[in-house]
């Protein structure tokens, strides 16, 4: 072969290499396959190894793990500087908003995606991941929170253990009360309906009209407010255990093993937790009350954690990127396998409408918690969630915590709330 075609075939060797290898759409070549993800919840890497390199078999993911308390400290310079800021990355509920808030400056725009798949989605994951009309995080799951309650004692006090019966007896915040007080009676003081008033957050939180931060300006939602109230009437008039949440109390309530302080037996009622508490929480630690639960919507529709999928907006392969989030957080197909292999709650309803009657569940005396959630998915709120919410809601519990104790007014501990979010994040 003469030198100049050898020089030839090189150069057309190095533009085809070039044209697989070249990350990005330029001049009509194709993105590379090479996906690079990041996450903090081992989930993706299943939902890739097991199913996604199945479906695209072309593509290479290199994929890298941190642990959450760790995972933003790793991915805020990378994608403010640019350099070695992968293409996906997953974003936990307590700062997915930070990231989305920021909007084009940081994150890849999936609006079309979304726009092809949003009428079978589930509304709140999206409205959670979007910012002036424009989505920039999705997720696979839908979070939603209930009330599970012992049905043994559930017989024993109210008559009923059927969801729909007991459901009347939760059916608002004045009846969730007048329930606790009739619990009390009824038990001669042995029976709480919680453990801790820090189970009364969340479905709280998701009662709210508006978010925390509007218009630049604190504003504190009457049904916060009543929250507080309500704390205060629970621990004042003996309705509640008296423990901490996530506290060795708090998983005994749910053995049925809780003491007072003089030793003395707890009942327990129940207790609010999402979709993932009923599997990773109160499964786990049930012990002998296992297939004596069952779970009602409860006063208000809330919801509680999970995991989104977005992109970076300098990435080189956006295609590969829309086409993963769009695999793993939208697939009838892959959502259908994941729904029935883990058991988690989907934020697909065309899957959850497929597959829910199908759902029968032991824990829970053959009652079908699938379906039930996902009539609770629908009514969640998405738009209350902002990036401000954790650093705010840490000032907020402060503040809770000394008027439910006594140590201050309801107003002082408001006014002392509102000063601090003010020092501290200029509200």
Not at 9 to 36: H, Q
Not at 42 to 65: A, F, G, H, N
Request: charged residues 25%; glycine residues 10%.
């Amino acid at each position: 072969m003469k030198k100049s075609h050898v020089i030839l075939a090189s150069v057309a060797a190095a533009a085809m290499l070039l044209s697989v290898t070249s990350c990005g759409k330029a001049g009509g070549k194709e993105e590379a396959k090479k996906l690079v993800v990041w996450s903090f919840t081992d989930e993706l890497q299943t939902m890739i190894d097991k199913y996604y390199k199945v479906d695209r078999p072309d593509v290479e993911v290199e994929y890298s793990l941190t642990p959450t308390d760790q995972f933003p400290n790793k991915l805020d310079p990378v994608l403010a500087s640019g350099n070695g800021a992968p293409d996906v990355f997953a974003l936990e509920d307590a700062f997915v908003r930070k990231y989305v808030e920021q909007g084009d400056k940081l994150m890849l725009d999936l609006t079309d995606v979304y726009n092809e798949v949003k009428n079978k989605m589930i509304p709140y994951p999206a409205e959670v991941g979007m910012k002036d009309g424009k989505v920039y995080g999705l997720s696979w799951q839908a979070c939603p929170g209930a009330y599970f309650y012992r049905r043994s004692l559930a017989k024993k006090y109210l008559g009923s253990d059927d969801p729909a019966t007991v459901q009347k007896a939760f059916a608002d915040w004045n009846t969730f009360l007048a329930t606790a007080r009739d619990l009390k009676k009824a038990s001669g003081g042995k029976c709480v309906i919680l453990s801790t008033t820090g189970d009364l957050f969340k479905p709280f939180q998701g009662a709210r009209k508006g978010p925390w931060i509007q218009g630049g300006k604190l504003v504190v939602d009457p049904a916060m407010e009543d929250y507080m109230k309500m704390a205060k009437t629970l621990k004042d008039e003996g309705l509640e255990g008296r423990q901490g949440q996530w506290s060795e109390g708090w998983f005994a309530g749910f053995k049925g093993e809780l003491k007072d302080e003089a030793g003395k037996p707890v009942e327990v009622f129940g207790t609010f937790l999402p979709t993932w508490g009923l599997h990773y929480v109160l499964k786990p630690n049930a012990g002998n009350t296992a297939g004596d639960w069952g779970m009602i919507a409860g006063p208000a529709p809330y919801r509680w954690g999970g995991t989104w999928v977005g992109a970076y907006k300098g990435t080189k392969v956006p295609k590969l990127a829309k086409d993963f989030i769009k695999y793993v957080a939208t697939d009838d197909g892959f959502l259908t396998k994941w729904a029935k292999d883990t058991g988690d709650v989907v934020s697909n309803n065309n899957v959850i409408n497929a597959i829910k009657d199908t759902y029968n569940e032991p824990f829970l005396n053959g009652q079908n918690h699938y379906a039930e959630f996902a009539a609770m998915a629908n009514n969640v709120d998405g738009k209350l969630n902002q990036g401000t919410d954790q650093a705010v809601e840490g000032f907020w519990g402060e503040a809770v915590g000394s008027y439910v104790n006594g140590e201050k007014s309801m107003e002082d501990a408001i006014a002392d709330f509102k000063q601090h979010v003010k020092d501290e994040l200029g509200f």
